[in-house]
């Protein structure tokens, strides 16, 4: 099977991959190959496109919350001349 090597990862990258493996019970090695692939190969039909999930049902048990309104006449008064 072949290897991957990764240099120059950041220290805290390394220390929340090793705390990650041990909430998982693995190694870091193996939770980095569970990340890798969960990433990798997971089929993107599986992950909602941006209006799909705003359009989501919200029972889903997401609470994220989209708040697009804007105050009337703000631009109206901005002096954007130099």
């Known amino acids: 099977m072949p290897q991957l090597l ?3 990862v950041d220290e805290f990258v390394v220390t929340n ?4 493996a041990a909430l998982h019970g693995v190694s ?3 939770e980095h190959r569970r990340i890798l692939r969960e990433s990798l190969l997971r089929p993107d039909a599986l992950r909602p ?3 799909e999930f705003l359009l989501a ?6 609470d ?11 631009d109206a008064a901005r002096d954007l001349s130099w």
């Open 6 to 8: 990764v240099r120059n």
């Open 17 to 20: 991959l090793r705390r990650r």
């Open 57 to 62: 049902d919200p029972g889903d048990g997401s």
């Open 28 to 30: 870091a090695e193996e």
């Open 64 to 74: 994220v919350e989209l708040d697009i309104e804007r105050p009337r006449g703000t």
């Open 49 to 51: 496109t941006l209006i």
